[in-house]
């Protein structure tokens, strides 16, 4: 059936409705959401003090006790319960404190639950941090890797960062305002501070700011601007560019270099080093420059 025409309140059968909010501006939220978080027999909440202010200031009023909080502390243990509503045709409507459930906050596991167990899920799109982050830091927004928050103490976050360090896509990062220079710094260590990156806080808001620049200068900034970290922040880095790899004639110059020193399979080694090709190939082909098989 198409849902996307099909008021929540006409509806036959219980449903988990994921419910994107404004990650700022309240005019971002879409009359379907506010519908559906009118509507829905219960609301789930990451916070039900931040959700009770939204409904406030949309205009949304509940009945009492159908306002739920839902935290990555109750989560598991209250799935059961949430479901077997939803099994006797409850309509439940998940937020997050901003911007889109599951995204770098709690829900994944009722929503397996509810998949698991037949019932229809479906999602009320609408703002998501990373993504408007992405479009507006100027960096490739093709494609690009979400990696929510990096971690916190030192050693853990260079070991992270390393992993990612050869990553092509664009990244983006969700980052404490207190930690935003620190990561800065190691993101220059292990990145390189020439790596472009854009550091985007409040968005939607009324202070929202875009910082635009490389890892270095972001740093720099970040050291003498303590405006730049504060409130809600979120980091996007520009994908590790590709070397590229020397033409044919290059390598088979560097290859007679290379061989007229050593034996072939030791050149092929150390070009590979160098061109990042494999050894195998620059092997066969410092044989089809004239080497001898060293088998």
Do not use: W
């Not at 190939?281 to 004239?290: C, N, T």
């Amino acid at each position: 059936a198409n849902v996307s025409d099909d008021s929540i309140a006409r509806r036959r059968g219980g449903a988990l409705f994921l419910v994107a909010t404004p990650i700022g501006n309240l005019g971002d939220l879409s009359p379907r959401a506010r519908d559906t978080l009118r509507d829905a027999d219960v609301l789930l909440a990451e916070d039900t003090r931040h959700t009770a202010q939204l409904l406030h200031a949309s205009g949304i009023e509940r009945a009492s006790g159908t306002l739920v909080s839902l935290h990555e502390h109750n989560e598991r243990s209250s799935v059961a319960g949430h479901v077997a509503r939803m099994l006797d045709g409850a309509t439940i409507a998940l937020v997050s404190d901003a911007g889109t459930p599951l995204v770098s906050d709690p829900g994944a596991a009722l929503v397996r639950a509810a998949i698991d167990a037949g019932i229809e899920v479906v999602v009320v799109p609408g703002p998501c941090a990373a993504v408007a982050a992405t479009t507006l830091s100027g960096l490739p927004a093709d494609r690009f890797a979400f990696e929510g928050f990096l971690p916190a103490k030192h050693a853990a976050r260079v070991e992270a960062l390393r992993e990612r360090a050869h990553e092509p896509r664009t990244l983006v990062f969700y980052e404490a305002p207190h930690r935003l220079r620190d990561a800065l710094a190691d993101l220059a260590v292990v990145f390189g501070p020439d790596r472009p990156a854009a550091v985007l806080r409040e968005m939607t808001k009324r202070f929202e700011s875009a910082y635009r620049g490389t890892l270095g200068e972001l740093g720099e900034r970040c050291a003498s601007d303590p405006d730049m970290s504060r409130g809600e922040i979120v980091l996007v880095v520009g994908g590790a560019t590709q070397p590229e790899e020397p033409d044919a004639a290059a390598v088979d110059a560097l290859l007679r270099a290379l061989l007229e020193e050593l034996p072939a399979s030791r050149a092929a080694r150390v070009a590979a080093r160098v061109t990042g090709r494999p050894r195998k190939e620059l092997y066969d082909r410092a044989l089809a420059l004239g080497a001898k098989s060293e088998s």
